[in-house]
C-alpha cells in the first residue's frame, strides 16, 4: 500500500517561503500525476498544483507565479516551492495523485502565514 508523507510546513510571516516535500513509499512519482491540494478551517480540500508524467505543470489561479511544484524521480518525491507567502495560504497540505482514485491520504503538514 502506498503512503505519503508531507513534511516542511509551519510558521512563517506574510511574504516569506516555505518548501514542502511529499515522500512516497513507492515508485509512484514518475508514473503518475501528482498534486499538491490544501485544506483551510472550515473550507473543502482544493487542488493548487499538479505535474504530470512528462513534467507538465498546471497551478490554480490563487498560486500561479508564487508557487512552483515539481519532483525527484529518483526519490520518488514531490515538491512544493511556496514564495511571497499570504494569510490566505494557511491549511493543512496534501500531496496525492490526481485527478482520480487517491492513495491513502497522508497525515498533511500545517503552513501558517501570520500577517
Known amino acids: 500500500q502506498v503512503q505519503l508523507v508531507e513534511s516542511g510546513g509551519g510558521l512563517v510571516q506574510a511574504g516569506g517561503s516555505l518548501r514542502l516535500s511529499c515522500a512516497a513509499s513507492?515508485?509512484?512519482?514518475?508514473?503518475?500525476?501528482m498534486g499538491w491540494y490544501r485544506q483551510a478551517p472550515g473550507k473543502t480540500r482544493e487542488l493548487i498544483a499538479s505535474i504530470t508524467g512528462g513534467g507538465t505543470t498546471n497551478y490554480a489561479d490563487s498560486v500561479k507565479g508564487r508557487f512552483t511544484i515539481s519532483r525527484d524521480n529518483a526519490k520518488n518525491t514531490v515538491y512544493l516551492q511556496m514564495n511571497s507567502l499570504k494569510p490566505d495560504d494557511t491549511a493543512v497540505y496534501y500531496c496525492n495523485r490526481v485527478p482520480n482514485r487517491p492513495f491513502p491520504w497522508g497525515q498533511g503538514t500545517q503552513v501558517t502565514v501570520s500577517s
Open positions: 513507492s515508485s509512484i512519482v514518475s508514473i503518475n500525476t
